[in-house]
């Protein structure tokens, strides 16, 4: 079946404009958590969906970024104002309901901003 | 100290090696444990689960030790296919894994 998607794949913009991420899930997948990688750093957590619940947006690094899923599957990231320190790998990944599931990865969007 | 270390490597090993890494977490709450692969540029695979009695897969085996809170990952006879960034996955109480920064492992001929 469909993996993770994500798009786009690659994402150039400006400095102080607005990006926006897309990540489609795994159907089914209730869980859906967004990630930031920088170049030859590990995985930096930004913000965790489950269901219906309010999100756990504990790793959100500023109040430029924000995320929304609707109707349980799609999700985007935003990011406000972009600044040069947001280039990175976002990456999104699903699982089934929460506990020690795997995940399962999209390919990530590359943003750079110049 | 960081929740989930890792020695960054690299580990630079010849075919057919044995090699080993170790992950140490500081949450002893910790509950489920994992390693992934990732391969340059591209996204984290699950390589396998750490079970608390140790599991092995292939040529992959993985160990947990709670007491000194780490967990282990050998890989025999390596190929160069294994060259990836390994990464150390903890899970605590709640549902948000903490990710290592990964070892990275090339495998020359």
């Known amino acids: 079946g469909a993996g993770v998607s994500q798009s786009p794949s690659n994402k150039v913009t400006e400095k102080g404009k607005d990006v926006e991420l897309r990540c489609d899930p795994i159907?089914?997948?209730?869980?859906l958590y967004w990630y930031r990688q920088s170049l030859g750093q590990g995985l930096e957590f930004l913000i965790y969906?489950?269901?219906?619940?309010?999100?756990?947006k504990s790793g959100l690094p500023s109040d430029r970024f924000s995320a929304e899923r609707t109707g349980g599957s799609v999700s985007t990231l935003t990011i406000q104002r972009t600044q040069q320190e947001d280039s990175a790998v976002y990456l999104c990944?699903?699982?089934?309901?929460?506990?020690?599931?795997?995940?399962?990865f999209g390919p990530g969007t590359r943003l750079t901003v110049t | 100290r960081k929740e989930v270390e890792q020695d960054p490597g690299p580990f630079n090993v010849p075919e057919g090696a044995t090699v080993a890494f170790n992950c140490t977490y500081s949450?002893?709450?910790?509950?489920?444990f994992f390693w992934y692969r990732q391969d340059c540029r591209k996204e984290p695979k699950l390589l396998m689960s750490?079970?608390?009695s140790g599991n092995e897969d292939g040529r992959f085996t993985a160990q947990l030790n709670r007491a000194s809170q780490y967990i282990s990952l050998l890989i025999r006879d390596s190929k160069l296919s294994d060259s990836a960034t390994y990464l150390c996955?903890?899970?605590?109480?709640?549902?948000?894994?903490?990710f290592g920064r990964g070892t990275s492992l090339i495998v020359h001929p």
């Open positions: 159907s089914g997948h209730t869980a």
């Open positions: 996955v903890v899970k605590g109480g709640s549902y948000i894994p903490t």
């Open positions: 750490v079970y608390s």
């Open positions: 969906f489950q269901g219906n619940s309010a999100p756990d």
């Open positions: 949450n002893s709450a910790s509950q489920s």
């Open positions: 990944a699903s699982s089934l309901p929460p506990g020690g599931s795997e995940q399962y």
